[in-house]
């Protein structure tokens, strides 16, 4: 097995695991009423909060903002809670967000492998999600961070407690599901091999598509296009027009969902006459459970099995990352 199989196939353990060090935080009470929530995170450790607002759009009474840059909003304030997701600990936009938050006087919690961010939480007392350091792969640790960020939202209060019995509901099913899950996998990679995925969403399940695209990148060393509707008919629909060529070689998957708005589902009707003149194929990729959560997990263990496939079809080596290695090498001189 290679290191990213062993790792997707971990997916599981890994799920329970992280609900049990998050059953297990250890947290203090917020001085000051919570008044906004700030996520933030990079890459592979930064798209566990963007999936954590999805799922929890619908409950939270504060608004929320996810960062993946270094600027920090001016609202943010005592009254803000910031949860700094770092796999390594060392990521710089995060490290310099989470030093900004301090001065201003916000309630901070960070999940972590260790690093300079477990240095920070050590000193100044943040509360802390300490996760295993396993392998230097955090696209492949998405379930200690995603599941952790929302224990923190269920310990503060911010969301209900039913999360829990859908995350093991999440756990089960992806358990009882695995041979269809693999099998479905395989049936979707050879849909994108060779070609441009065009990946289309609801917007409450954006980041989930993003999630995937990432994972066609960095695992399958391929381009993959995310657009969410209803958006996209108002600006990206009518560009299915030019360059044919690029058409040619394009595959269009449909992030199908029991939580899609009912108007989505009609408009994505509509458009696939219009994506089938020029795509080479529509793909509808249901995702399954009985809550968004429940059908998030099962989503990211369906596709990140998907990426690897596509890897094993695209012949390259889906550990490797060196281009990024490489920036930040050279982001380290500066």
């Known amino acids: 097995m290679s290191v990213i199989q062993n790792l997707i196939a971990e997916f599981p353990s890994q ?32 798209i566990g909060g963007s999936i954590v607002k999805a799922i929890t759009t619908d409950e939270l009474r504060v608004p929320v903002d996810v960062l993946k840059s270094y600027e920090v909003p001016a609202y943010v304030n005592e009254h803000t809670l910031l949860i700094a997701a770092s796999h390594s600990g060392n990521t710089e936009e995060t490290l310099t967000v989470v030093e900004t938050a301090l001065r201003r006087g916000a309630k901070i919690a960070c999940a972590t492998t260790g690093g300079r961010l477990y240095e920070l939480a050590q000193a100044h007392g943040f509360d802390v999600a300490k996760l295993p350091l396993e392998q230097n792969c955090p696209r492949q640790y998405l379930a200690y961070l995603l599941v952790n960020q ?49 990946l289309y969403a609801d917007n409450n399940l954006g980041a989930l598509a993003t999630r995937f695209q990432q994972q066609i990148n960095e695992n399958a060393k391929q381009l993959a296009h995310v657009n ?54 529509i793909y509808d990729l249901e995702l399954r459970g009985d809550s968004l959560a429940e059908q998030t997990l099962h989503f990211i263990h369906l596709t990140d099995w998907a ?24 982001l380290a001189k500066v």
């Not at 250890?26 to 933030?40: D, F, G, N, S, Y």
């Not at 058409?247 to 989505?264: C, E, G």
């Open 15 to 46: 799920l329970a695991r992280a609900i049990e060090i998050g059953e297990n935080l250890q947290v203090t009470a917020p001085k000051h009423e919570i008044r906004h929530l700030v996520i933030a995170g990079l890459g592979g450790s930064g």
């Open 150 to 198: 929302l224990y923190f939202l269920m310990h503060y209060g911010l969301v209900g407690p039913h999360f829990k019995a859908e995350l093991r509901a999440g756990l089960d099913r992806v358990v009882r599901d695995n041979d269809a899950i693999k099998a479905e996998a395989k049936t979707l990679a050879a849909q994108l091999f060779g070609k441009l995925p065009f």
């Open 228 to 281: 969410i509707f209803p958006e996209m008919n108002h600006n990206e629909l009518v560009g299915w027009h030019l360059p044919a060529s690029t058409f040619a070689h394009s595959a269009v998957v449909y992030l199908k969902s029991s939580f899609n708005h009912p108007r989505v589902q009609v408009r994505m009707e509509v458009c696939k006459p219009i994506f089938a003149q020029l795509a080479q194929s």
């Open 307 to 330: 990426s690897l496939y596509l890897a094993e079809l695209n012949q390259v080596d889906s550990f490797q990352i060196e281009v990024i290695n490489h920036l930040k090498n050279e």
